[in-house]
Protein backbone atom coordinates (compact mmCIF):
# COMPACT_ATOMS: atom_id res chain seq x y z
CA UNK A 1 0.00 0.00 0.00
CA UNK A 2 1.12 3.88 -0.70
CA UNK A 3 2.27 5.44 2.48
CA UNK A 4 0.28 8.19 1.57
CA UNK A 5 -2.95 8.21 -0.24
CA UNK A 6 -5.15 10.65 -2.32
CA UNK A 7 -8.77 11.92 -0.91
CA UNK A 8 -9.74 9.86 -4.54
CA UNK A 9 -7.42 6.59 -4.62
CA UNK A 10 -9.16 6.53 -0.97
CA UNK A 11 -12.56 6.83 -1.66
CA UNK A 12 -11.74 4.41 -4.92
CA UNK A 13 -10.34 1.35 -2.57
CA UNK A 14 -12.99 2.39 -0.09
CA UNK A 15 -15.70 2.03 -2.36
CA UNK A 16 -17.51 5.78 -1.25
CA UNK A 17 -17.64 9.11 -2.94
CA UNK A 18 -15.41 11.54 -2.33
CA UNK A 19 -18.24 13.97 -1.16
CA UNK A 20 -18.75 11.32 1.61
CA UNK A 21 -15.03 11.67 2.26
CA UNK A 22 -15.22 14.94 2.67
CA UNK A 23 -18.04 15.32 5.40
CA UNK A 24 -16.75 12.88 7.63
CA UNK A 25 -13.66 15.63 7.50
CA UNK A 26 -16.05 18.54 7.90
CA UNK A 27 -17.94 16.54 10.83
CA UNK A 28 -14.54 15.66 12.15
CA UNK A 29 -15.20 11.97 12.05
CA UNK A 30 -12.28 11.36 9.67
CA UNK A 31 -10.04 13.96 9.11
CA UNK A 32 -6.88 13.40 7.34
CA UNK A 33 -4.13 13.88 9.06
CA UNK A 34 -1.98 15.49 6.16
CA UNK A 35 -3.11 17.63 2.85
CA UNK A 36 -0.60 18.89 0.05
CA UNK A 37 0.64 22.16 -0.91
CA UNK A 38 -2.79 23.16 -2.99
CA UNK A 39 -4.95 21.89 0.17
CA UNK A 40 -6.01 18.95 -1.10
CA UNK A 41 -6.64 15.63 1.87
CA UNK A 42 -3.77 13.43 2.01
CA UNK A 43 -4.70 10.00 4.17
CA UNK A 44 -1.56 8.44 6.42
CA UNK A 45 -1.43 4.84 6.85
CA UNK A 46 -3.18 5.70 10.60
CA UNK A 47 -6.17 7.56 8.62
CA UNK A 48 -6.99 4.15 6.82
CA UNK A 49 -6.86 2.33 9.68
CA UNK A 50 -9.37 4.83 11.87
CA UNK A 51 -12.02 5.00 8.21
CA UNK A 52 -11.64 1.19 7.55
CA UNK A 53 -13.74 0.92 11.42
CA UNK A 54 -15.77 4.17 10.53
CA UNK A 55 -16.60 2.44 7.49
CA UNK A 56 -17.33 -1.17 8.91
CA UNK A 57 -19.77 0.31 11.90
CA UNK A 58 -21.95 2.33 9.52
CA UNK A 59 -22.33 -0.77 7.24
CA UNK A 60 -23.76 -2.60 10.43
CA UNK A 61 -26.08 0.15 10.77
CA UNK A 62 -24.67 2.80 13.49
CA UNK A 63 -25.21 6.04 13.05
CA UNK A 64 -22.31 9.14 12.28
CA UNK A 65 -22.80 9.72 16.06
CA UNK A 66 -22.95 6.78 17.90
CA UNK A 67 -19.52 5.46 15.54
CA UNK A 68 -17.64 8.91 16.59
CA UNK A 69 -17.68 7.59 20.60
CA UNK A 70 -17.37 4.13 19.54
CA UNK A 71 -14.20 4.58 17.84
CA UNK A 72 -12.72 7.75 20.00
CA UNK A 73 -13.50 5.60 22.95
CA UNK A 74 -10.04 5.45 25.13
CA UNK A 75 -10.55 1.89 26.51
CA UNK A 76 -11.14 0.46 23.65
CA UNK A 77 -7.44 0.24 20.67
CA UNK A 78 -8.09 -1.12 17.28
CA UNK A 79 -7.68 -4.46 18.34
CA UNK A 80 -10.36 -4.55 20.33
CA UNK A 81 -12.28 -2.09 17.32
CA UNK A 82 -11.72 -4.94 15.19
CA UNK A 83 -13.12 -7.91 17.73
CA UNK A 84 -16.08 -6.31 17.99
CA UNK A 85 -16.76 -6.04 14.54
CA UNK A 86 -15.68 -9.90 13.60
CA UNK A 87 -18.58 -10.62 16.19
CA UNK A 88 -21.40 -8.08 14.90
CA UNK A 89 -20.44 -9.55 11.31
CA UNK A 90 -20.47 -13.25 12.32
CA UNK A 91 -23.53 -12.69 13.91
CA UNK A 92 -24.96 -10.75 10.82
CA UNK A 93 -24.04 -14.10 8.95
CA UNK A 94 -25.38 -16.56 11.23
CA UNK A 95 -28.88 -14.49 11.47
CA UNK A 96 -28.74 -14.04 7.62
CA UNK A 97 -27.91 -18.01 7.21
CA UNK A 98 -30.73 -18.74 9.62
CA UNK A 99 -33.16 -16.56 7.76
CA UNK A 100 -32.51 -17.88 4.50
CA UNK A 101 -32.84 -21.86 5.96
CA UNK A 102 -36.93 -20.77 7.62
CA UNK A 103 -37.36 -19.51 4.23
CA UNK A 104 -36.49 -22.37 2.02
CA UNK A 105 -38.28 -24.15 4.65
CA UNK A 106 -41.61 -22.24 4.41
CA UNK A 107 -41.09 -22.19 0.64
CA UNK A 108 -40.97 -25.91 0.31
CA UNK A 109 -44.31 -26.12 3.23
CA UNK A 110 -46.48 -24.01 0.80
CA UNK A 111 -45.54 -25.71 -2.14
CA UNK A 112 -46.61 -28.63 -0.27
CA UNK A 113 -49.87 -26.67 0.45
CA UNK A 114 -49.23 -26.66 4.36
CA UNK A 115 -49.76 -23.14 5.67
CA UNK A 116 -47.33 -23.05 9.22
CA UNK A 117 -49.09 -21.59 12.44
CA UNK A 118 -48.25 -17.41 13.70
CA UNK A 119 -46.59 -18.76 16.56
CA UNK A 120 -44.05 -20.77 14.36
CA UNK A 121 -43.71 -17.99 12.01
CA UNK A 122 -42.49 -15.46 15.09
CA UNK A 123 -40.23 -18.24 16.72
CA UNK A 124 -38.43 -18.02 13.25
CA UNK A 125 -38.60 -14.74 12.31
CA UNK A 126 -39.02 -12.78 15.11
CA UNK A 127 -35.55 -11.17 16.52
CA UNK A 128 -34.99 -10.93 20.28
CA UNK A 129 -35.10 -7.93 21.89
CA UNK A 130 -31.71 -7.13 22.27
CA UNK A 131 -30.35 -8.31 19.37
CA UNK A 132 -32.21 -5.41 17.90
CA UNK A 133 -31.09 -2.91 20.20
CA UNK A 134 -27.71 -4.39 21.50
CA UNK A 135 -25.36 -3.04 18.68
CA UNK A 136 -26.00 0.53 20.19
CA UNK A 137 -24.93 -0.57 23.79
CA UNK A 138 -21.40 0.85 23.70
CA UNK A 139 -22.33 4.40 23.20
CA UNK A 140 -24.32 5.04 26.20
CA UNK A 141 -24.96 2.00 28.63
CA UNK A 142 -21.76 1.67 31.21
CA UNK A 143 -21.46 1.01 34.15
CA UNK A 144 -22.63 3.75 36.99
CA UNK A 145 -20.27 3.60 39.82
CA UNK A 146 -22.78 4.74 42.77
CA UNK A 147 -25.13 2.32 41.79
CA UNK A 148 -22.24 -0.55 41.33
CA UNK A 149 -21.08 0.42 44.82
CA UNK A 150 -24.79 -0.94 46.32
CA UNK A 151 -24.51 -4.08 44.19
CA UNK A 152 -21.19 -4.52 45.31
CA UNK A 153 -22.15 -4.10 48.23
CA UNK A 154 -24.92 -6.49 48.86
CA UNK A 155 -22.59 -9.27 47.35
CA UNK A 156 -20.89 -9.75 50.29
CA UNK A 157 -18.10 -11.62 50.92
CA UNK A 158 -19.06 -13.49 48.06
CA UNK A 159 -15.76 -15.07 45.71
CA UNK A 160 -17.66 -16.85 43.07
CA UNK A 161 -20.87 -15.01 41.06
CA UNK A 162 -22.93 -15.35 38.75
CA UNK A 163 -24.04 -12.63 36.18
CA UNK A 164 -27.02 -14.15 34.54
CA UNK A 165 -28.49 -11.36 31.49
CA UNK A 166 -24.76 -10.39 31.97
CA UNK A 167 -24.89 -7.67 28.29
CA UNK A 168 -21.54 -6.30 27.69
CA UNK A 169 -20.68 -6.39 31.28
CA UNK A 170 -21.35 -3.73 32.89
CA UNK A 171 -21.50 -4.12 36.77
CA UNK A 172 -19.41 -7.10 36.71
CA UNK A 173 -16.88 -6.71 39.93
CA UNK A 174 -13.38 -6.93 38.72
CA UNK A 175 -12.37 -8.62 42.21
CA UNK A 176 -14.19 -11.85 42.18
CA UNK A 177 -14.76 -15.19 39.99
CA UNK A 178 -16.89 -14.13 37.63
CA UNK A 179 -18.81 -16.18 34.89
CA UNK A 180 -21.32 -14.51 32.79
CA UNK A 181 -24.45 -15.40 31.27
CA UNK A 182 -25.69 -13.91 28.16
CA UNK A 183 -28.77 -15.64 25.30
CA UNK A 184 -27.91 -12.91 22.53
CA UNK A 185 -24.65 -13.06 20.43
CA UNK A 186 -24.81 -9.30 19.84
CA UNK A 187 -24.58 -8.79 23.23
CA UNK A 188 -21.57 -11.44 23.63
CA UNK A 189 -19.72 -10.42 20.45
CA UNK A 190 -19.44 -6.93 22.84
CA UNK A 191 -18.05 -7.93 25.72
CA UNK A 192 -14.25 -6.30 26.80
CA UNK A 193 -11.28 -8.33 26.14
CA UNK A 194 -10.49 -9.92 29.58
CA UNK A 195 -14.11 -9.96 30.49
CA UNK A 196 -15.39 -12.58 32.49
CA UNK A 197 -16.08 -16.16 30.57
CA UNK A 198 -19.87 -15.69 29.31
CA UNK A 199 -22.29 -18.86 28.73
CA UNK A 200 -25.36 -18.54 25.74
CA UNK A 201 -28.21 -19.38 28.05
CA UNK A 202 -31.57 -17.82 29.24
CA UNK A 203 -32.11 -17.14 32.99
CA UNK A 204 -34.63 -19.92 33.39
CA UNK A 205 -32.43 -22.46 33.01
CA UNK A 206 -29.51 -22.07 33.84
CA UNK A 207 -26.90 -24.85 32.81
CA UNK A 208 -25.05 -25.50 36.22
CA UNK A 209 -25.65 -27.44 39.36
CA UNK A 210 -26.98 -26.60 42.74
CA UNK A 211 -25.63 -24.30 44.99
CA UNK A 212 -22.70 -23.86 42.04
CA UNK A 213 -21.64 -20.04 43.05
CA UNK A 214 -21.76 -18.00 46.30
CA UNK A 215 -24.07 -15.44 44.70
CA UNK A 216 -25.68 -14.72 41.65
CA UNK A 217 -26.93 -11.77 40.36
CA UNK A 218 -28.57 -9.34 37.49
CA UNK A 219 -28.45 -6.40 36.50
CA UNK A 220 -31.46 -4.47 34.90
CA UNK A 221 -31.91 -7.48 32.65
CA UNK A 222 -35.37 -9.11 34.30
CA UNK A 223 -37.84 -7.32 32.38
CA UNK A 224 -36.79 -8.89 29.52
CA UNK A 225 -37.20 -12.38 30.95
CA UNK A 226 -39.68 -14.39 29.73
CA UNK A 227 -40.65 -15.68 32.41
CA UNK A 228 -38.79 -13.48 35.53
CA UNK A 229 -40.17 -15.46 38.32
CA UNK A 230 -38.61 -18.80 37.00
CA UNK A 231 -35.10 -17.11 36.13
CA UNK A 232 -35.51 -16.29 39.89
CA UNK A 233 -35.88 -19.32 40.86
CA UNK A 234 -33.07 -20.44 38.90
CA UNK A 235 -30.85 -17.82 40.47
CA UNK A 236 -31.90 -18.93 43.59
CA UNK A 237 -31.20 -22.42 42.77
CA UNK A 238 -27.48 -22.30 41.42
CA UNK A 239 -26.55 -19.60 44.16
CA UNK A 240 -26.09 -19.28 47.90
CA UNK A 241 -27.14 -15.72 47.44
CA UNK A 242 -29.19 -13.31 45.13
CA UNK A 243 -28.85 -10.02 44.08
CA UNK A 244 -31.08 -8.03 41.46
CA UNK A 245 -31.16 -4.86 40.50
CA UNK A 246 -34.69 -3.82 38.92
CA UNK A 247 -37.44 -1.51 38.73
CA UNK A 248 -40.77 -1.80 40.69
CA UNK A 249 -43.41 -2.25 37.92
CA UNK A 250 -46.28 -2.28 40.13
CA UNK A 251 -46.03 1.21 41.47
CA UNK A 252 -47.87 3.67 39.89
CA UNK A 253 -46.13 6.87 41.93
CA UNK A 254 -43.09 6.99 40.46
CA UNK A 255 -44.37 6.84 36.94
CA UNK A 256 -46.60 9.73 37.51
CA UNK A 257 -43.30 11.60 39.31
CA UNK A 258 -41.68 10.34 36.34
CA UNK A 259 -42.09 13.53 33.55
CA UNK A 260 -41.43 11.02 30.59
CA UNK A 261 -43.58 8.69 31.13
CA UNK A 262 -46.52 11.40 32.71
CA UNK A 263 -46.43 13.81 30.10
CA UNK A 264 -44.87 12.21 27.04
CA UNK A 265 -45.20 8.19 26.74
CA UNK A 266 -48.14 7.28 28.98
CA UNK A 267 -47.92 4.02 26.83
CA UNK A 268 -44.82 2.74 29.48
CA UNK A 269 -47.95 1.60 31.50
CA UNK A 270 -48.93 -1.29 28.57
CA UNK A 271 -45.61 -2.16 28.58
CA UNK A 272 -45.96 -2.80 32.15
CA UNK A 273 -49.23 -4.64 31.98
CA UNK A 274 -49.19 -8.38 33.22
CA UNK A 275 -45.65 -8.43 34.65
CA UNK A 276 -45.02 -9.95 38.37
CA UNK A 277 -45.08 -7.42 40.76
CA UNK A 278 -42.17 -6.20 43.24
CA UNK A 279 -43.69 -8.50 45.69
CA UNK A 280 -43.84 -11.84 43.68
CA UNK A 281 -40.03 -10.85 42.58
CA UNK A 282 -38.97 -10.62 46.34
CA UNK A 283 -40.80 -13.79 47.33
CA UNK A 284 -39.24 -15.71 44.36
CA UNK A 285 -35.68 -15.21 45.89
CA UNK A 286 -37.01 -15.22 49.43
CA UNK A 287 -35.37 -11.77 50.10
CA UNK A 288 -36.06 -7.85 50.39
CA UNK A 289 -36.67 -4.84 48.61
CA UNK A 290 -34.22 -2.13 48.94
CA UNK A 291 -35.11 1.38 47.11
CA UNK A 292 -32.17 2.79 44.81
CA UNK A 293 -32.04 6.25 43.77
CA UNK A 294 -30.36 7.94 40.58
CA UNK A 295 -27.93 10.58 40.66
CA UNK A 296 -28.68 13.07 38.29
CA UNK A 297 -25.41 13.09 36.38
CA UNK A 298 -25.73 8.73 35.90
CA UNK A 299 -23.68 7.62 33.70
CA UNK A 300 -25.33 4.24 32.69
CA UNK A 301 -28.03 5.32 30.03
CA UNK A 302 -30.35 3.48 31.37
CA UNK A 303 -34.40 4.59 30.19
CA UNK A 304 -34.88 7.01 33.59
CA UNK A 305 -30.85 8.00 33.66
CA UNK A 306 -31.72 11.69 32.39
CA UNK A 307 -34.34 12.88 34.47
CA UNK A 308 -32.61 15.99 34.81
CA UNK A 309 -30.80 15.78 31.64
CA UNK A 310 -34.12 15.86 29.23
CA UNK A 311 -31.71 17.00 25.91
CA UNK A 312 -30.83 13.79 26.40
CA UNK A 313 -33.99 11.89 25.18
CA UNK A 314 -34.02 14.13 21.56
CA UNK A 315 -31.07 11.97 20.41
CA UNK A 316 -31.19 9.33 18.74
CA UNK A 317 -28.49 6.99 20.02
CA UNK A 318 -29.67 7.47 23.67
CA UNK A 319 -32.85 5.77 23.09
CA UNK A 320 -31.55 3.03 20.71
CA UNK A 321 -29.34 1.79 23.32
CA UNK A 322 -33.23 1.61 25.73
CA UNK A 323 -35.30 -1.20 25.48
CA UNK A 324 -38.36 1.12 26.40
CA UNK A 325 -38.21 2.73 23.14
CA UNK A 326 -38.28 -0.12 20.47
CA UNK A 327 -41.02 -1.62 22.85
CA UNK A 328 -43.47 1.61 22.37
CA UNK A 329 -43.03 1.72 18.33
CA UNK A 330 -41.49 4.09 16.08
CA UNK A 331 -44.99 5.94 16.66
CA UNK A 332 -45.11 6.44 20.03
CA UNK A 333 -41.63 7.09 20.03
CA UNK A 334 -41.80 10.03 17.63
CA UNK A 335 -44.69 11.36 18.94
CA UNK A 336 -43.05 11.76 22.55
CA UNK A 337 -39.79 13.52 21.06
CA UNK A 338 -41.14 16.14 19.13
CA UNK A 339 -43.60 17.09 21.95
CA UNK A 340 -40.36 17.12 24.45
CA UNK A 341 -38.41 18.86 22.13
CA UNK A 342 -41.24 21.52 21.39
CA UNK A 343 -41.57 21.74 25.20
CA UNK A 344 -37.95 22.63 25.84
CA UNK A 345 -38.10 25.27 23.29
CA UNK A 346 -40.93 26.63 24.65
CA UNK A 347 -39.53 26.77 28.15
CA UNK A 348 -42.90 24.37 29.38
CA UNK A 349 -40.57 21.33 30.56
CA UNK A 350 -38.10 23.63 32.39
CA UNK A 351 -41.74 25.14 33.84
CA UNK A 352 -43.56 21.82 34.49
CA UNK A 353 -40.19 20.23 36.29
CA UNK A 354 -38.42 23.54 37.72
CA UNK A 355 -38.27 21.39 41.24
CA UNK A 356 -36.10 18.66 39.68
CA UNK A 357 -33.46 21.63 39.13
CA UNK A 358 -33.01 21.37 43.46
CA UNK A 359 -32.43 17.61 43.46
CA UNK A 360 -28.84 15.77 43.12
CA UNK A 361 -31.11 12.20 43.14
CA UNK A 362 -34.45 10.62 42.47
CA UNK A 363 -36.25 7.92 43.36
CA UNK A 364 -37.83 6.71 40.33
CA UNK A 365 -38.68 3.14 41.30
CA UNK A 366 -35.36 0.99 40.57
CA UNK A 367 -34.70 -0.89 43.02
CA UNK A 368 -32.42 -3.93 45.20
CA UNK A 369 -33.55 -6.98 45.35
CA UNK A 370 -31.17 -9.16 48.13
CA UNK A 371 -32.01 -11.86 49.57
Do not use: K
Not at 23 to 36: K, Q, V
Not at 317 to 322: G, I, N, P, S, T
Amino acid sequence: MEEHLTVGRVAELAGVTVRTLHHYDEIGLMRPSMRTAAGYRVYSAGDVERLQEVLAYRRLGFGLGEIAELIDDPAADAVAHLRLLRGLLVEQRDRAAVMVTAIDRELEARAMGIRTTPAEQLRVFGAQLYDAIGSAYPATRRTEPRIAARIWEALGDARTVLNVGAGTGSYEPHDRDVTAVEPSAVMRAQRPVGAAPCVAAGADNLPFGDQSFDVAMAVSTVHHWPDPVAGLREMRRVARRVVVFTYDADDTGWRQRFWLTRDYLPEFADLLAGRPSLADLTRAIGGRAEPVLIPWDCEDGFFEAHWRRPEAYLEEHVRRAVSVWTRVGPQAEQRAVSALREDLASGRWAERNRDLVALDAAELGLRLLVA
